[in-house]
């Protein structure tokens, strides 16, 4: 009896050693199997990786973006003269921004603020605060019969003429004494009597944006979104059904806000952006057009992303 018990035992050894080895061949198998499948999978999710960066820098091509200089080209001359508008032009700039202030005495000057700063110290000055002759006066020393270094204060008549064969945005200054009254009339006028076919109003004030719409139906408007002053938040991105472009603060824009927008069939402007990053940025965002005050800077990236995309293999639609 001893004898078979221990047999039974041996027999039961021989089996559990067996069945640790089958065991121990299958768990390296599977280690072997794991091993030859792992390097493929992750070949195959940085090829993936590779090609999401490739079309989020090159997608872009497919629709570029409009160049818009702001002021005219503000890296070679001041914004809002003469020679900024002509630099802007020559550098092929596909849209000129052009800000409108009006003065004391109704007269409309290619014009901001804060560009009275080149002429006086005093921080608090307003186009408004002043009439068509106290500006013109201001900006008669920097006259000049060469266009490339005429840093004069045009008045929007000149400025739509020397840009006329461009698309202009005509970013509306709201200011004392009169704000939105009569303005989007005087506006109008102007566009009427300069024949702008293509010029675009926008405005930081939904009121004068509204006005323009109510007035004509003729006219390409748009409106602002930006950081409330008061509150840091930003303004609401759909408000306004008669308004085809939307102006947003660049550091505003991403992914969802393109699609929401888009998706209303509304073209979104990317405003100021004067830096690489910021520039690099809005293409990979896909906006329609990019506002900057330094239109080659941005047109060089432009062209250097486009000739790396095309060595790196990129196609393009014939």
Known sequence: MSTLIGGRSRSTARSGRRSSSSRQLRILIACLALL???????????VRRLHRIHLAKCAW?????????????????????????????????????????????????????RDLHRFS???????????????????????????????SIPTIQDALMVSFLSFIILDIKVGPPFYEKGLARDILSI????????????????????????????????????????????????????????????????EKLMRVLHRRKKKVYAWTVDDVESMQRMLFE???????????????????TRTQCLEEGYSLPQ
């Open 36 to 46: 030859a499948i792992l390097p493929p999978i992750f070949f195959h999710l940085r």
């Open 61 to 113: 091509l497919h629709q570029p973006p409009l160049v818009c200089a702001h002021g005219g080209d503000s890296s070679v001359a001041p914004s809002n003269t003469m020679a900024a508008y002509v630099s802007a032009l020559n550098s092929k700039v596909d849209c000129i921004e052009i800000d409108v202030s009006r003065s004391s005495d109704g007269v409309l000057f290619a014009l901001h603020d």
């Open 121 to 151: 110290p005093n921080a608090t000055s307003k186009v408004g605060h002043l009439t068509s002759n106290q500006i013109r006066e201001l900006g008669a020393s920097l006259h000049s019969p060469d266009k490339l270094k005429d840093q």
């Open 191 to 254: 566009l009427e009597n300069t024949v702008c076919q293509n010029c675009l109003v926008w405005c930081k004030s939904d009121n004068l944006v509204r006005d323009v719409i109510k007035l004509s139906s003729e006219i390409t408007v748009g409106y602002i979104v930006m950081k409330e002053p008061s509150t840091g938040a930003r303004t609401n991105l759909l408000r306004m059904k008669g308004a085809e472009v939307v102006g947003v603060y660049h550091p505003l824009i991403d």
């Open 286 to 304: 896909h906006v329609d057009a990019v506002v900057t005050g330094n239109p080659t800077l941005l047109q060089r990236l432009m062209q250097d």
